[in-house]
């Protein structure tokens, strides 16, 4: 799963690599940077051209996002003296270790892959949650008091209210006193519900079944805080209620989700009440797995009507 | 639940010798609270070590069930530990001794004896993995470059296994052992073994039987045994020392840096020196004297690899067994507690590539080629014929596993209608997902037991234990051969 990715990455760099040339070669610099942007955001934009293509849940076997060569992330260090050694700490993590140097400088390569780690990072937070992503699981969308991205970064607090104009929809169109309400949630990384929620949610919804657990009406916050959870549980009284909402992006993926699940939410919870798994994504926590083992935490939850450090797992 | 002891018993009932131990291993968890659970044996005690007991026999061919039973009763006993008490390990039956007449009776008995989930297994190249491993050469090869043989000799066979980077790459068996030859005090031949006999007429050897031998004409014997052992081993001339090959041959020539021997001879080789018959003869076979051949060789320093001290020598396979068979399941999984525990499940293995599983129709093709392949190998059965092992998938996106638990399950019950319980193993962190998808097809016809991040080949078996904390299932892979895959 990591080898794929970074498969994936080594090729972008390489293609990038290329075009540069083809670039520098045809014209000269101001297309340079198109070039970069367009190939930066392309693996991102690949679940959402999917997702709209198929909107009925038709055979979507094909979305196996690279070819299928043998995927191998390899070091940069010239002559290893022991390169099977060297090759597995590099199958052991993600991080980006073995990628030499020139001088006392990263390479060319590494520079420009840490960049591209970086931008989509960015990208991530300022980036928009798919609305065919949403309209496939027929989430309807509900916003806090973040107003825009910039404010949302600056002010926490207005990510964890609901408008006026969310409270009255969630009134009008959620069921009440749901056994399980599940919310999705932008967060901090869009990219990350556009990745992942095609396989956590329906996995979720697979596992409700399973426990005979009933869910209430679904819907999607947008410019959400983790505690937004705490106006949700009052509205909607839910006994159990589980996020799934993007994480910051770091530099390893910037598709990473989390789950936070509560026993009864209200406003005034503490963080340790809520329980949560996190790191969901390709190359961290198995999406599908990550969906079924939240539907156990659920139904435990409302065994021992309990959650955070008080839940027993 | 942070952590957790679990009890295990290892048992080996030698040509020679009967062994047991009881260890405990721990269980901790490797994750952080913030991601899926997933345990792990982190450590592995040893809590206590038998005597070393001659193996009863009734006549020759023969083993003698209640002697055993009555050795391990005693043991039992002495170490102060009750049958519920155990909840794993592993009975192995070794050497000549698996040839005897009742010893498939004998294993099975002893596994029913021995605590709820004591797996009987028997194999030579089980037996090398599992002394490898108690004698440390597994361990050995993941702190070192290139690779690490471990040779177990015993009183009728020695079974070596390769290691590299921690990953048994592969085992050979040989008829080298302490027993072939057996001796009166004074030097009489009492008794050759059949197996050697080609060996020794290749080369040119002579062992009178029921005539005395003479120590000059025995210690020539051993030093050519053990040097053909050690041709074969470290890959210097293959075609006479061949002849002492148990079943399947290396396939290929493995280069070797580092050595170690166990086993009854391995731990002769630190003894007293052999300068006579008398001394070479007081276990009434040749043992001592191999041993003593096999520390001069090594002292000469001939073959070309670095000769090391085995952690253990006589108990090594007996370590192996009871400290190194067990492994743990991935701890989100898909189980019917009330199920287990199963025992003796043989593998069948479903590799798929990246083509077949983006093409519906391929992955049906290989799916129904596997399961006819299945039905042509186990009998049928209401229980479970096979587990299916399932590789290849590298990322399972929902719509994949919808399409493969469609398949893995109709066809499942359209091809073995009368089977109560699928099991399914997984390579990779997806048992849970794909368990649940598959029982929401089956609605409990069949049942289904789904596992992951167990690692098993076509031709091992599998027993899976009760489920330690709801979720922990310790897993037994019973590898029986290197050689023989496809």
Known sequence: ?313 | MDEQWIQSVGIDVGTSTTKMIVSRLRLGRMSSTFSLPRYQIVERQLLYASEVHSTPLIGFDEIDADGIGAILAAEYDKAQISLSQIKSGAVIITGETASKKNAQHIVHLLAERSGDFVVATAGADLEGVLAGKGAGAEKRSQAMQGVIVNVDIGGGTANAAYFQRGRAIATVTFHVGGRLIRLSPQGVVQYVSPNIQQWLTAKGLRIPVGQEIGFAQLTEVAEQLGRSMLDYLTGKERQVSGLLVVGPHLRDAIPVDELTVSGGVGLLMSGPPVRNIADASRYGDFGPLLGYVLQQEREKGTYPVQWLDPDQTVRATVIGAGMQSTEISGSTVHIKPELLPIKNIPILKLELTEEQLADATRLRQEVASIYQLGERLFEKTTGIPFALAISGIGYCSYALLQTLSQELSEQYRATFPESQTMVVICETDMAKALGQALALRCKGAPEIICIDQVRVEYGDYIDLGEPISGTIIPVVVKTLAFDERP
């Open chain 1, 1 to 313: 799963m990591e080898q794929q990715l970074d498969f994936l990455v080594d090729k972008v760099v390489a293609e990038l690599q290329k075009k540069l040339g083809e670039v520098s070669e045809q014209a000269p610099s101001p297309k340079t940077e198109t070039g970069l942007i367009q190939l930066r955001s392309e693996p991102k934009a690949e679940p959402v051209a999917n997702a709209t293509a198929a909107p009925t849940p038709a055979p979507v076997v094909n979305e196996q996002p690279a070819p299928s060569k043998e995927p191998e992330r390899t070091t940069h260090v010239p002559n290893p003296k022991y390169k099977e050694g060297l090759d597995e700490l590099l199958s052991s993590t993600p991080a980006r270790i073995g990628v030499w140097r020139t001088g006392v400088r990263p390479l060319t390569k590494t520079m420009l892959e840490l960049r591209r780690d970086h931008a989509a990072a960015v990208d991530a937070v300022y980036g928009e949650v798919s609305q065919a992503v949403l309209d496939q699981f027929s989430l309807f969308t509900v916003e806090t008091q973040y107003d825009n991205t910039e404010n949302y970064l600056k002010r926490p607090d207005m990510g964890r209210i609901l408008t006026e104009e969310g409270v009255r929809m969630l009134q009008e169109r959620c069921q009440k006193k749901p056994q399980v309400q599940i919310v999705v949630s932008d967060g901090l990384s869009a990219a990350a519900v556009d990745a992942n929620l095609k396989d956590v949610l329906p996995s979720l919804m697979d596992s409700l079944k399973s426990y005979g657990l009933t869910c209430g009406t679904p819907f999607f916050i947008k410019g959400g805080r983790v505690a937004s959870m705490d106006h949700v549980g009052e509205i909607l009284e839910p006994e159990v209620l589980v996020l799934l909402i993007g994480e910051r992006p770091g530099l390893v993926t910037a598709h990473s989700m989390s789950a936070y699940m509560c026993y009864r939410p209200r406003k005034g919870m503490v963080e340790s009440e809520r329980t949560v798994i996190s790191n969901i994504h390709r190359q961290g926590t198995s999406p599908v797995e990550a969906g079924a083992h939240i539907g156990t935490i659920l139904s435990k939850m409302l065994e021992q009507k309990a959650s955070g450090v008080k839940l027993v797992l």
